[in-house]
């Protein structure tokens, strides 16, 4: 139980440290996952074999933790010198190096307990996942905020070091004491290369499922660290349990072979089952919490309520996967001389069909769409289960045939029935509810969104993306559910984002966006006499979706000046390129998995390394779903490496931070004659600002009050990731910051001296 732990922290670990390195792609963390996986098959092949010839079971159990262990140790050391180029694919090789040896721990913990191997190796798969469940949440939840990802790999290590230990204490326990009652023939047997296919493609189909469900639930549950780890977390508790019901109890003695049919039956029938009712899940998960009360008044509770909407959408599926892996051990029929072997290369065909599994579903995603994803692996598992029993019944041909043709009936009558999901209730980010609504039923909670249009859906391989029409004309773009660009109340601060620092430096030439979203903040700074507009954007969908926003951007995706990038930015800040006069950065909301890391003070000094000397960092950061204290930390790490801080309010709950290493001088003169520019003016008459004055006076607050909000304290970093793990909590509570309001420039005849506005009254540039 504890290996598995450890096993499952080491894997979440690995792939919040590997997106550091390869950036935050779906594509990089499959990567990191196939290369887990690849691992685990290749030590369960190869160190199978190995344990049977050695004398002592426990004893080569004992070395294998031990072995994790000083991997584990080794890890952080390793990561920290890698770096951005070449070197970084020696992670990778460290990842595999370590999984082989987890690999090997199974197999060969089966052949030191003897007995039946049904039973022992659904027991000890069975704690394995167990544990593995009880590591996800540790990670989750608790190691890497309190101590971070490198303080996490040590944990993960003391554990792989005691289970050793206490293996090398049992190791002189004689064989017989592990000793169960002697194996029985299976009452069917089927050829080996139906065993290992069927496991096989069941993993496949298994981690495609995983790829889906994590999609679909983001939709629902919102896409924070939390919520991914919950999702694993059910994922791996129905294995578990369904596991040790296949090596216990009346389950047990019944023919492994048509089991194995039946258990791959029912994962895909609970599937297709399942399926008509996705898209009435926002509805359940507002009546879990406002009607039955778990999840209103304490972040914990909510995360339980997140918790029990995992369980029970992954829980019949996952818990007929669980099931498939000891009754293909007992096909497999090993004996006591290759018991480690047999059971190597079961687990070996399963865990390649996983890495496999972790692929497809990706590249499948786009595609299919989640619905289809999980519709198809529903089929692939009854094909499975079918082949199975087909196998499993030798002497009922009549009717193995009329099930087979009544079963391929029924499925395609299914298909021709089933109805397709209302996309507009799961991208509505009912996530983001917070109070009950007069609501009578599902159907009334549903008749909410009967008036919204949607131009844009597409389950892209980052994200799900949609583009949302209200009444009255507004369109929201959304990314997973929350909304990132709008047409509404938005527009003012992407327009702002990229009016403001291009007339603060009006001689800027070459900028860089970092976030696409509606391509309006890109349209904003194309209004300038810019010589080129890199830009940044790891979702291609949301490209797309921008089209239709052409109007508000002023077409920027046309413009030749763009240079449009898909990619992590961290990525493509690492690399050399050219410097920069300007950078934008205008993520998502801090407490969505992965948007922290562009808050980070390691991004921050790989922007400020890309600046030239006169150059300005500005960075969006909003005001609602945070407290006090978050926000300090996110301008204490800005001003680590922008001293020089000046604080916007471009509208009531977003925030505009202009940083640069030197202070700012602005030419009001260069200034003024930039903001008569009728491309300029036009786009700021859409957001009310008539004059310059009216654009200076946003600012609130000079660089000494931007220090004084900051105050002393940690910063957030990629090793430490403050922001990630604590804003899902401010988002729940829905805080407000104080900090903005208490320290308005603006409001004291003293301090306000310090902004640009009195300087502008001042050198009679306005007169002029």
């Known amino acids: 139980m504890f290996s598995g732990a450890a096993g499952l922290i080491y894997e979440v670990v690995w792939a919040r440290w590997l997106a550091l390195l390869f950036g935050s792609t779906a594509l990089a963390q499959t990567l990191v996952l196939a290369s887990f996986l690849g691992g685990l098959c290749a030590g369960s092949a190869r160190l199978g074999r190995r344990c049977d010839r050695d004398p002592s079971a426990l004893m080569f159990y004992a070395r294998l933790e031990w072995l994790v262990a000083a991997l584990g140790l080794a890890a952080p050391l390793l990561l920290i010198r890698v770096g951005h180029g070449p070197a970084r694919w020696l992670a990778v090789a460290a990842i595999a190096a370590q999984a082989f040896f987890m690999g090997g721990t199974i197999p060969s913990l089966c052949r030191a307990a003897g007995g039946q191997v049904q039973i022992e190796v659904g027991r000890i798969y069975s704690a394995n996942s167990a544990g593995a469940v009880l590591g996800c949440l540790l990670a989750g939840f608790w190691l890497i905020p309190a101590a971070g990802l490198a303080g996490t790999f040590a944990a993960a290590a003391g554990l792989n070091a005691l289970v050793g230990l206490a293996a090398w204490a049992l190791r002189r326990r004689a064989p017989a004491a592990f000793a169960g009652v002697p194996e029985a023939e299976p009452a069917t047997v089927l050829p080996l290369s139906l065993v290992y296919g069927a496991i096989f493609l069941s993993g496949l189909v298994a981690l495609a499922y995983e790829v889906a469900w994590t999609r679909f639930l983001a939709l629902i549950l919102g896409s ?235 389950d892209d391989r980052e994200a799900t993306v949609s583009v949302m029409q209200y009444p009255g004309g507004i369109m929201s773009l959304r990314v997973n559910g929350k909304a990132d660009a709008s047409t509404g109340p938005d527009m003012r601060t992407q327009i702002l984002l990229g009016e403001i620092p291009l007339l603060l430096r009006p001689q800027a030439r070459r900028a860089l966006l970092v976030g696409w979203g509606s391509g309006m903040t890109a349209g904003s700074l194309l209004r300038h006499p810019v010589e080129r507009l890199d830009a940044v954007e790891l979702i291609p969908a949301v490209v797309e979706a921008s089209r239709l926003f052409s109007r508000e951007n002023w077409d920027a995706l046309a413009d030749a000046r763009l240079n449009l990038r898909i990619e992590d930015a961290k990525t493509f800040l690492a690399r050399p390129g050219p410097s920069y006069d300007l950078i934008v950065s205008e993520p998502s909301n801090t407490w969505m998995a992965g948007v922290g890391d562009l808050f980070s003070e390691e991004f921050y000094r790989q922007a400020r390394a890309r600046l030239s000397s006169a150059g300005l960092m500005v960075q969006w950061l909003q005001t609602y779903e945070m407290n006090d204290a978050l926000f300090a930390t996110a301008l204490r790490t800005f001003r680590s490496s922008f001293p020089h801080t000046t604080v916007w309010r471009v509208h009531d709950y977003d925030i505009m931070l202009v940083g640069s290493q030197e202070p700012l001088e602005p030419d009001f003169g260069a200034m003024s004659r930039e903001f008569l520019r009728p491309e300029v003016r036009r786009d700021l008459n859409r957001v009310g600002i008539k004059d310059l004055p009216a654009l200076l006076a946003l600012q609130s607050a000079g660089a000494a009050t931007a220090g004084a909000m900051a105050g002393a304290g940690p910063l957030n970093g990629e090793l430490r990731p403050i922001l990630e793990y604590e804003a899902p909590k401010t988002f729940f509570s829905n805080e407000d910051v104080s900090l903005i309001a208490a320290h308005d420039d603006r409001l004291d005849p003293v301090r306000r001296r310090a902004l640009l506005l009195e300087d502008f009254l001042k050198s009679g540039a306005w007169a002029r």
């Open 224 to 458: 924070s660290v939390y919520s991914f780890a919950e999702m694993l977390a059910a994922f791996i508790t129905g294995i578990s349990v369904g596991s040790f019901l296949a090596s216990s109890g009346p389950l047990r003695r019944l023919d492994p072979a048509r089991l194995l049919g039946l258990a791959e039956l029912g994962a895909g029938a609970s599937v297709l089952a399942l399926l008509p009712f996705f898209d009435h899940l926002p509805y359940w998960f507002y009546v879990l919490r406002f009607h039955f009360g778990i999840g209103t008044s304490e972040f914990y509770d909510f995360e339980t309520a997140k918790c029990l909407v995992c369980m029970a959408l992954l829980l019949v599926p996952t818990l007929c996967l669980g099931m498939t892996l000891p009754l293909a051990v007992r096909l497999a029929q090993p004996g006591d001389g290759e018991r480690g072997r047999r059971v190597g290369a079961v687990f070996a065909a399963n865990t390649a069909g996983n890495v496999l599994g972790a692929f497809a579903g990706l590249l499948l995603l786009p595609w299919l769409r989640v619905e289809g994803v999980l519709f198809w692996g529903a089929a692939a598992h009854w094909l499975i289960g079918v082949a199975v029993l087909w196998r499993a019944w030798p002497r009922a041909a009549r009717l193995r045939r009329a099930l087979a043709l009544a079963g391929a009936a029924a499925f395609f009558c299914y298909r021709a029935w089933l109805p397709g999901w209302d996309l507009r209730v799961l991208s509505n980010g009912s996530f983001r509810i917070k109070s009950r609504l007069p609501l009578s039923g599902d159907a009334q909670f549903r008749g909410l969104f009967s008036k919204v249009g949607m131009p844009f859906y597409r």
